[in-house]
Antibody, heavy 120, light 106 residues
Framework: QVRLQESGPGLVKASQTLSLTCTVS??????????YNWVRRPAGKGLEWIGR???????LYHPSVESRATMSIDTSKNQFSLRLTSVTAADTAVYFC????????????WGPGILVTVSS | SYDLTQPPSVSVSPGHTATITCSGD??????VSWLQQKPGQSPVTVIY???KRPSGIPERFSGSSSGNTATLTISGTQTLDEADYFC?????????FGGGTKLTVL
């Protein structure tokens, strides 16, 4: 059974950098049959796709965060990460890591989510 | 940017059919997924590729898509189906979610 688990600070000061890591267990991390995403949900709002990364390291970001977001992957640890710089209160949200299954291209596994609050 | 539009809320009585729509330019030319999210939980895909159900999803969930509109239908709605529902598509490989629909079962 594939499992994803987010980790990182739950509180980040405004203008600083948010850093989160997702650890994937259960196999298939580098099989090429999936890719990995970050999605967030601010309180009272909907889901927002942040970006994705393949096991080979190629990335794609949503235009709204592209200038501030960096995703990386460590295949030796079965982990991928998100860094979001210059955070503001608008970045306060529950952050999820999620896997997209190929070739069907749908989200098949999610982490439980982690609340990140940006404080002033 | 590509936008997907959903009604903010839908209400249905238990045992009846709930219909949630999602609209976007030429949406029928893209594959649409539907995700269910209950409070405090992670999202779950209930429909992918417009109308396919992942393993473990009840048959009462079905989907369709044509033209500019995709539709999620829940037949014989149960109280446990009360949740937020999001449509999702890919726009030039960028993920797009609809604004979400709160389904109330009462």
């Amino acid at each position: 059974q594939v499992r994803l688990q987010e980790s990182g600070p739950g509180l980040v000061k405004a203008s600083q950098t948010l850093s989160l890591t997702c650890t994937v267990s259960g196999g298939g991390f580098t099989s090429g049959e999936s890719y990995y995403n970050w999605v967030r949900r601010p309180a009272g709002k909907g889901l927002e796709w942040i970006g994705r990364i393949y096991s080979g390291g190629s990335t794609l970001y949503h235009p709204s965060v592209e200038s501030r977001a960096t995703m990386s992957i460590d295949t030796s640890k079965n982990q991928f990460s998100l860094r979001l710089t210059s955070v503001t209160a608008a970045d306060t949200a529950v952050y999820f890591c999620a896997r997209v299954r190929l070739p069907e291209d749908y989200f098949d596994y999610w982490g439980p989510g982690i609340l990140v609050t940006v404080s002033s | 940017s590509y936008d997907l539009t959903q009604p903010p809320s839908v209400s249905v009585s238990p045992g009846h059919t709930a219909t949630i729509t999602c609209s976007g330019d030429a949406l029928g030319e893209r594959y649409v997924s539907w995700l269910q999210q209950k409070p405090g939980q992670s999202p779950v895909t209930v429909i992918y590729h417009d109308s396919k159900r992942p393993s473990g999803i009840p048959e009462r969930f079905s989907g369709s898509s044509s033209g500019n509109t995709a539709t999620l239908t829940i037949s014989g709605t149960q109280t446990l189906d009360e949740a937020d529902y999001f449509c999702q598509a890919w726009d030039i490989s960028t993920g797009v979610f609809g604004g979400g629909t709160k389904l109330t079962v009462l």
